[in-house]
């Protein structure tokens, strides 16, 4: 019997994180434990889940008894462990290394659209207020990386579906689903990517009321 | 003749992202050109490196004709493509998956730190105030992750050196450099790591005044 694998992701299934290491075992086609953990109620500073997490932080995988937190380490570690299912990094090393600086860039910059244009916009309703003047220059750069990786009329944008995908698409949800004005060749490609039947199992989560 | 390679930086030399690729490029033995970016003079924004970086990011690694950015991603893209040198990543999978773990996590966790305890601190000369609570706060959180994964009397957190040593020895010198109060064990660790000669041909380049 194989080891059991645990996902601790947020009580409202909006971390796009954690949604990015969901669909990952969606993808490897892995039977998985969904745990999810209050933030709101400080859930995950209780002596229980930090000893798992180490940094307190959401997404945590469990596998067996070793566990793992920072959602692109465990994307990285399910494709490097698991062979069957859908790869979720490219095989050839320079658009894998493409995959890799565009999972580290969602995470470390263009704050200003995460803040203004939070993932609740997505899961649970549009914001009222507009983009603020550094969130449109921050919408800007997204658009032309955007633009520049995306090949004309491509579904993914290395060739094959990857995980990298999943992530460039929910960043640029936080404005498509918003209304904010989005290039029509990358708000299609959003909604395609929304489309997956992955990405639709995270969807269709049941959330608690706001 | 093989595709020449080309680091571009920070003109200080203190982007601990940057280091951490420089330092990469040292242990794999690699010949390399260095490019100082200014940053304050907006170089990173003009046509030509924008187009090298995408994100308008240091550092971006150039070999041959392809370019790229974010640091975790060209210290992998470095690891999977040149054998010679020193390893720069655990190969055992579950180690290598904390070392990820580590490195996402400095990234992206501790900004109390790394905003009052810049890396100037390090390179230039200590800064005056004490740390905040909220700094305090995100140093214990340190502390407790970083005394998790060093086993006692460990040289490397992984036996073997990997580039994780380097991140997070960086991030533990930007309080033990400033006088900030550091557990006596993480301490000695920094140090040490601190003296490996990668690490210290970074710290020897002649940086312009403040
Ligand atoms: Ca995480
Ligand atoms: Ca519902
Ligand atoms: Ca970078
Ligand atoms: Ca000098």
């Keep these: 019997m194989p080891d059991p694998l645990r996902l601790y992701v947020d009580a409202q299934f909006t971390s796009p994180y954690a949604m990015s290491v969901f669909v990952a075992l969606h993808e490897k086609q892995l039977d998985f434990d969904l745990s999810p953990v209050d933030l709101g109620a400080l859930e995950h500073r209780a002596a229980g889940f930090s000893q798992l997490s180490l940094t307190q932080r959401v997404p945590t995988l469990v596998h067996g008894n070793f566990s793992l937190s920072e959602s692109s380490a465990i994307t990285e570690y399910i494709d ?9 990094y490219p095989a050839e090393p320079r658009a894998r290394a493409r995959a890799r ?4 860039w969602l995470r470390s910059d263009l704050m200003p659209i995460r803040q203004e244009r939070s993932t609740e916009v997505i899961f649970y309703g549009p914001a009222s207020a ?13 658009f032309q990386v955007a633009q520049a990786l995306l090949p004309d009329d491509a579904e993914n944008l290395f060739g094959e579906w990857s995980i990298a995908d999943v992530d460039l698409a929910l960043m640029l949800n936080r404005l498509v689903m918003n209304g904010d004005a989005v290039p ?3 708000a299609s490609y959003a909604d395609r990517q929304w489309q997956r039947p992955s990405v ?3 969807v269709a989560l049941e959330r608690p009321l706001r």
């Design 80 to 88: 490097e462990t698991f062979a069957q299912g859908t790869a979720l």
């Design 101 to 104: 600086q565009l999972q580290a």
């Design 130 to 142: 507009p983009l603020s003047a550094v969130a449109h220059q921050s919408a800007k750069t997204l």
């Design 184 to 186: 029509q060749r990358l």
């Design 200 to 202: 639709q199992s995270w």
